[in-house]
């Protein structure tokens, strides 16, 4: 299994600033990955994050707006850039493990833009 | 595009009573996985299912995949409170990405 974490918990933020979200795990994975849950709904895939190379980004979402960070083997960072109010949902990273590529998730990270 | 669906979205059963969950998708994929969400709370892995006519069992839930059909169900037996949550099917595609469904959401009524 794998234990992660992610700060901050939780956040209110204002219109047109930026979030950078951390998200830290107990052991080297290759992939990390970003999800985004809207209020009551499902979970998306923002981007795929790879150590050493450029995240790979999913339909709808772009590197200008939510840039990431890989620097190493445990730990990435997603910032939500120029935020509005429809940025408001919950940020949960994820790491697969095991033979069965399990994927584990985060606490999250409870987003409100005012 | 890639379409993974539940049904039913909402699910409002009694205790003592059985019910089934059904998991569509649209694309190819060897395994399905399903989570478990509480209220306010994180994913938890319930199942993984690897292969064609895989079933797996854990107390009141157990999880079938049809690879031919794209179906997978997630039949609850007996229903009692405690299986109160939201639950998601998801599949995986190339580069470990996972694709989660719609959700469904389950009351159980005592």
């Known amino acids: 299994s794998a234990v992660i974490s992610q700060k901050p918990s939780r956040d209110i933020c204002q219109r047109g600033t930026s979030l950078t979200i951390q998200c830290q795990v107990d052991?080297?994975?290759?992939?990390m990955f970003w999800y985004r849950q809207q209020p009551g709904q499902s979970l998306t895939l923002i981007a795929t994050a790879n150590q050493g190379s450029e995240a790979t980004y999913e339909s709808g979402f772009v590197i200008d707006k939510f840039p990431i960070s890989r620097p190493n083997l445990t730990f990435s960072t997603l910032t939500v850039s120029n935020m509005s109010p429809e940025d408001s949902s919950i940020y949960l990273c994820?790491?697969?493990?095991?033979?069965?590529?399990?994927?584990?998730f985060g606490p999250g990270t409870r987003l409100l833009v005012l | 595009e890639l379409k993974v669906e539940q049904n039913p979205l909402f699910l409002s059963m009694q205790e003592g009573k059985n019910y089934t969950i059904y998991c569509n998708y649209s694309t190819t994929s060897d395994r399905l996985y399903w989570y478990r969400q509480d209220p306010g709370k994180s994913l938890e892995s319930l199942f993984v299912l690897l292969s064609n006519g895989a079933v797996k069992q854990e107390g009141r839930l157990m999880a079938s995949l049809d690879t031919k059909a794209r179906l997978s169900t997630l039949h609850i037996t007996a229903a009692v409170h405690d299986l109160s949550a939201t639950y998601f099917c998801a599949v995986i595609l190339t580069g470990n990405q996972f694709y989660f469904g719609t959700g469904t959401s389950l009351t159980v009524i005592p």
């Open positions: 994820s790491v697969g493990k095991g033979s069965q590529e399990t994927q584990y």
């Open positions: 052991s080297q994975v290759t992939m």
